[in-house]
């Protein structure tokens, strides 16, 4: 099962690159491309390169065995992606704020304001020798930057199925933004959280 999850995020992430990251690349230029550099085109720059970094080295952070055996990596590439969540943090507070969606935007700026917050607490925990603490973090960190992935990808995502069709475009984005940016944030928390609170059982001292 959790192979199944894994090669499901993975395939989706392979696939927001190669229809954003690499159409960029060879030349395509999206609405929020904008006309000048200081004009949203430094802020897409910014964001696809940081959101690369996260993509790129977000699994690694999971990784059980790599995490044990090769320490020094895992510490690396840790600090590639709290860069890369730099990145996207910086850019996205930017994009929030002109994206053509004017009913998404607060979502966006709420879902950049978790990431560095999910982020910097991943690290501050890690400093404080939490491990457990900086694992469930990760996991909200590493949610939240899938969620700017998902809101992008919607095509195959559709929600039709769930909340029937939505003729509106910009209702049916809205939708869309807000459902992946934070239902998914919110099913992490029953299971890091809520069901293991309910499973507790505090030991009688004799």
Known sequence: MLVLVWSLIIGLSLYFFLDNVVAFLFGYRGRSFGTTLFNNQLWVVLHLVGGTMCLLTGPLQF?????????????????????????????????????YCVPCRISLFLLTLFVLFTTWAAWYTIRNKNIKAHRQFMVRSYICVLAFVAVRIDDVLPLNFLFGTIEDPTFNRTVN?????????????????????????????A
């Open 63 to 99: 990784w059980p065995s790599l995490r044990r055996k090769y320490t020094a990596f895992h510490r690396a590439t840790g600090k590639v992606y709290m860069a890369g969540v730099g990145l996207i943090g910086l850019s996205s507070l930017r994009l929030s704020l002109v994206s």
């Open 177 to 205: 933004e807000y459902f992946f940016s934070f239902v998914p944030l919110l099913v992490a928390e029953v299971f890091l959280t809520w069901i293991p609170a309910l499973r507790f059982k505090k030991k009688m001292i």
